[in-house]
């Protein structure tokens, strides 16, 4: 057991992600480390959100490994790569469509791998390779400089299944999917706005011209192309 002193804590220097304004807007002042996820209702935005998040990462310098497990390498995927941005220029951003965690943890061991890991999906992980709440954990705690992104599918009003669950509960960061809007829920404060629009043409649709709710979506209007989930 290691015990800390106030001045321990005090004397702590932290490493944040120096986001662009259109996600410090939805994250904040974001710690670059643990468990994040990004859950919703499928086809409404989830994994071009984190296609979003993946081109943000590569536009500041971080490294990121992309695991597609449901899409694979499949035309759609390419779509949804072009959707975001996310091109041959794009030279941070890696892919696989395998990540048994054994392989993960050899593959972060090493130096210059990649600063952000995201999986799509967590229930597609958690089948293939048995893993637990308890796994993931000890992931992030090895690993303390990474970030982890799970996308989670739903089920009813939650995470679809007890380990997803349990990884919600753990997660540092928690951003909930709803009609191409991304909005904030995590621990501790999010941006200032605390959402992020992912494709502007569905959330207007959804959220303004339908007056679901009514909200304004500042200068969130640079994507007006087909969103997949």
Same mark, same amino acid.
């Given at each position: 057991? %290691?015990?800390?002193?106030?001045?321990?804590?005090? *004397?702590?220097?932290?490493?944040?992600?120096?986001?662009?304004?259109?996600?410090? /807007?939805?994250?904040?002042?974001?710690?670059?480390?643990?468990?994040?996820?990004?859950?919703?209702?499928?086809? !409404?935005?989830?994994? +071009?959100?984190?296609?979003?998040?993946?081109?943000?990462? *590569?536009? $500041?310098?971080?490294?990121?490994?992309?695991?597609?497990?449901?899409? &694979?390498?499949?035309?759609?995927? !390419?779509?949804? =790569?072009?959707?975001?941005?996310?091109?041959?220029?794009?030279? %941070?951003?890696?892919?696989? /469509?395998?990540?048994?965690?054994?392989?993960?943890?050899?593959? =972060?061991?090493?130096?210059? +791998?990649?600063?952000?890991?995201?999986? *799509?999906?967590? !229930?597609?992980? $958690?089948? =293939?390779?048995?893993? %637990?709440?308890? /796994?993931? $954990?000890?992931?992030?705690?090895?690993?303390?400089?990474?970030?982890?992104?799970?996308?989670?599918?739903?089920?009813?009003?939650?995470? *679809?299944?007890?380990?997803?669950?349990? =990884?919600?509960?753990?997660?540092?960061?928690?951003?909930?999917?709803?009609?191409?809007?991304?909005?904030?829920?995590?621990? &501790?404060?999010?941006?200032?706005?605390?959402?992020?629009?992912?494709?502007?043409?569905?959330?207007?649709?959804?959220?303004?011209?339908?007056?679901?709710?009514?909200?304004?979506?500042?200068?969130?209007?640079?994507?007006?192309?087909?969103?997949?989930?």
């Amino acid at each position: 057991m %290691r015990n800390w002193s106030i001045k321990n804590i005090e *004397d702590r220097k932290y490493d944040f992600v120096p986001f662009s304004p259109r996600f410090a /807007d939805l994250f904040g002042k974001t710690e670059a480390t643990g468990n994040w996820i990004v859950y919703g209702k499928s086809g !409404q935005g989830k994994s +071009s959100f984190c296609l979003q998040l993946a081109k943000e990462f *590569d536009e $500041i310098g971080k490294k990121v490994l992309f695991v597609s497990l449901e899409m &694979g390498d499949s035309y759609d995927f !390419q779509q949804a =790569l072009a959707n975001a941005g996310i091109r041959s220029g794009c030279s %941070r951003i890696s892919f696989t /469509d395998s990540c048994h965690p054994e392989e993960l943890k050899e593959e =972060l061991r090493k130096q210059r +791998s990649a600063d952000v890991i995201i999986i *799509d999906s967590l !229930q597609y992980f $958690i089948d =293939l390779y048995r893993v %637990r709440a308890a /796994d993931f $954990i000890e992931l992030r705690r090895k690993f303390k400089k990474k970030v982890f992104v799970y996308i989670s599918h739903m089920k009813g009003n939650d995470v *679809d299944g007890d380990t997803a669950y349990d =990884l919600k509960k753990d997660a540092f960061k928690r951003i909930h999917i709803e009609h191409f809007k991304a909005s904030y829920v995590g621990r &501790g404060n999010g941006g200032p706005k605390g959402f992020f629009v992912i494709w502007d043409k569905g959330y207007r649709q959804f959220w303004l011209e339908n007056g679901t709710k009514k909200e304004t979506d500042g200068n969130n209007k640079e994507n007006d192309t087909e969103m997949d989930d």
